[in-house]
């Protein structure tokens, strides 16, 4: 699913030939610009080919471990089973907690681990989904006090009071048992993010579909048509925009 070690090697062997006449910084700039290419188009493999050899120049480049920590988001997404996806998300995780630990400043970095985090959630037992959550709170407490107009913390903090304020009774009862208590919030404070994160940048349609099912979750089914509705009608921006759509059209078949 991703570069095995001999082929990685292979691609920085030929990366720092082909540079061999720049100097260091020069060299990591122009792998990354290649790279860039294939991250706006989600070819994640084809990005690594270009980040991880700029990686070897410029480990502590906190841009280029962003830059990675998404590819293998993205090829996280595309693994098969719950068990590939989880093995791939730990190499992103990896990455984005290094940019957060190196960018203290930068609000993209420290962002960076809460999204791998709520990715992985799905796919893990209770005690890991529990420790995570407070990760995430305060990843995203963090990147918006660092830049208040990034609308995906904003986003990562709606869904995180959306999940919470819409976990089972038993679920809370098994947190408080047996890992730890689990936080509480309600659904308005997820719908106030989501409106947040629509204001600053109302391009993405993920922002409108969880609104959308925040709404739903409230029982207000006219708002969360609208909202999903319209979500769906937008073209998709990230790699995994077709997943949350789905999740859209499933909630719109449950509302009345």
């Not at 997404?77 to 960018?103: M, N, P, Q, W």
């Amino acid at each position: 699913m991703y570069l095995s070690s001999l082929c990685r090697t292979t691609v920085y062997a030929a990366a720092l030939l082909l540079t061999c006449t720049t100097s260091r910084a020069q060299s990591a700039t122009e792998l990354m610009r290649s790279g860039d290419v294939y991250d706006v188009n989600f070819k994640a493999a084809d990005a690594l080919r270009y980040y991880l050899p700029a990686e070897k120049l410029e480990p502590a480049n906190v841009a280029l471990l962003v830059r990675i920590a998404r590819q293998y988001r993205h090829l996280m997404s595309d693994a098969g089973t719950g068990a590939e996806k989880l093995k791939i998300g730990a190499v992103a995780l990896d990455y984005g907690k290094r940019a957060a630990k190196l960018g203290p400043n930068d609000s993209d970095a420290q962002i960076s681990p809460a999204i791998t985090y709520g990715r992985m959630l799905p796919y893990q037992g209770n005690k890991e989904q529990v420790a995570a959550t407070p990760l995430i709170k305060a990843a995203a407490d963090r990147a918006i006090a660092l830049n208040p107009r990034n609308d995906v913390a904003w986003h990562v903090l709606g869904r995180w009071h959306q999940v919470l304020a819409n976990v089972g009774t038993l679920k809370h009862l098994l947190g408080g048992l047996i890992y730890g208590k689990l936080p509480t919030t309600t659904n308005e404070e997820a719908v106030r993010c989501f409106e947040r994160a629509i204001a600053i940048n109302p391009r993405r349609p993920r922002h409108f579909i969880e609104l959308g099912r925040t709404f739903a979750h409230m029982g207000k089914t006219a708002e969360a048509r609208k909202y999903i509705t319209k979500g769906l009608t937008m073209p998709d921006m990230e790699k995994d925009d077709a997943e949350v759509k789905a999740l859209g059209r499933e909630e719109l078949g449950k509302i009345p």
